[in-house]
Structures are given as C-alpha cells and as structure tokens.
C-alpha cells in the first residue's frame, strides 16, 4: 500500500471540514416573474402578495406540521436574468416567516426584460442542489404572465430538474395588462400544465385577476409547505383547450421571432 507523504497528510489534516447539509422538511424556491410586462404596481401586488402569506397562520401551522418542523426558502425574482432577493433562509418558527416577508416590502424595481421561464428553472435547479439543505422534498415555485420566449426551451430544463427529485409547480398570472397581454396566452395555464410544470404532485394554481393573487399565492403556499395536501384536478382552470391536442411549447419563442419581425424589437 502506497502511503502519503508527510506534508499531503498535514494539508488533508488542517483542510477545514464541510458542515454537513441542514435537513428540513421542504426546499422551496420562488421564482417571481418581473419581466417587462409587469409593472411597478404589479410587482408589489406580489410582493405584498408573498408577504402576506408568509405572515399567515396557515403558512406558519403548515411549517410546524412537518416530521422537522421546518424548511428552507429563496425568493428570487426572474425575466431574462435572476436576481435573489432573499437568499436561502431556515424557516422554524413565525418569526422567521415574517422576517422573510420584512425583506420582501423595502423595495420594489421591475427589471424591464424578455421573459425566460426555463433559465428561471435552471437558476432554481442549480440553487438547489448547491445550497446548505437537505430537504425530504424540494420544490421549484414559478409564477409568470406569459410563455418562455428567451434562453433554453423550457421543456429540457423542466425535464432536467425533475430527473434530479425537483417539483415544479406553477402559478400563471391570466390576467388583463393591458398592451403587454399581447405577449401572453389564452391559456396561460395549460401551457404552465403541460410546458412548465413536473415531478409527482405537480399543480397549477393560476391567477385570474389581480385581486385574486394573494388567496391564490396563499393556497398554493400551504398546499407545497403542508404534507399530504394534493390539489384536485380542478386547481387547473383551462381557458381554451382541447383534450387530445398536443401543446406547442415553443409558443411563447415563436410569437417572439414574428413580432421581432414586424416591430424590430430587440
């Protein structure tokens, strides 16, 4: 057997040693859209949104019901890029609930960008995977108002991360923005179904008009946090569509490519 040398065995000695990863019941990362379709009224609708389920007892009775009692969590919000606005943080008690939903209320700024669903999904992945958890279930949470249009195709990505035991679930925002409903969907939700979402209990809770975003992010919140609470089929609403027909994913890429065409949009 080949032994090594002193000086190896000193440097392995005085190596510092990695902490092992925190277990937690959940690791569950929110994904918020803040492309240029939203504004600055509708960025704090969400963050407000957010704040309010985190402050909620439900939220903070479905932390507790966990074998650990706690979870990790990140809100990140995403257009073309991701910018972390509460990194991962252990969650075991209301204060800690609260003191995440503190951090979401100091500032809001839209970043005025293209919509990419699927590096939003990636960023998750990676934040995941790397972070100081352990959870028993892992989740990626994304809310969005309009189909991927920029980056990787979403299908992969999604793919990518259910192979790793990652949850997507999805949180389409249907509602009426004006001009920029222009660059979203119908059927918003479906495409979120069939496009976005994946892995064992995967749900859509979409969102039909703003004053309707707090219950809904407060639902889908305690549904992720709460052991055991599988949603119906009836948490997907379908606008139009027919059963049978297959979803045409690249959607969002190809209304981009026509109208970049016609408007020489960057």
Known sequence: MKLLPLAALAALAAAPLKAQPILVDLEL??????????SYDELEIQRQGYAAALKSDALADAVSSGA????????????????VIVPWQLIESRADLHAVADQLTVNFSPV????????????????ITSNDYDGIRRVIDVSG??????????????DAAV????????????????????????????????CVIGGPGAFVVPVLGWEDFADA?????VMEVFIGSIPPDEQIVPVQYSVGESY?????EKMWAQRSQNWNMP
């Open 29 to 38: 990362a929110l994904m918020v859209d803040v492309s240029r379709s939203v």
């Open 112 to 127: 005025m960008r293209r919509t990419s669903i699927s590096e939003a999904i990636a960023f998750a992945t990676d934040a």
């Open 68 to 83: 650990m009692g706690r979870i990790a969590i990140t809100y990140v919000e995403w257009a073309g890029s991701q910018r």
């Open 163 to 194: 192979a790793q035991g990652i949850v997507i679930n999805g949180l389409p925002l249907l509602t009426d923005d004006g001009l920029w409903s222009n660059w979203s969907i119908d059927d918003l939700d479906v495409y979120y179904r069939d």
């Open 217 to 221: 992010v407060l639902q889908k919140l």
């Open 248 to 252: 045409d994913c690249l959607i969002g």
């Open 145 to 158: 108002d309009g189909p991927n249009n920029q980056g990787r195709h979403v299908e992969p990505m999604r």
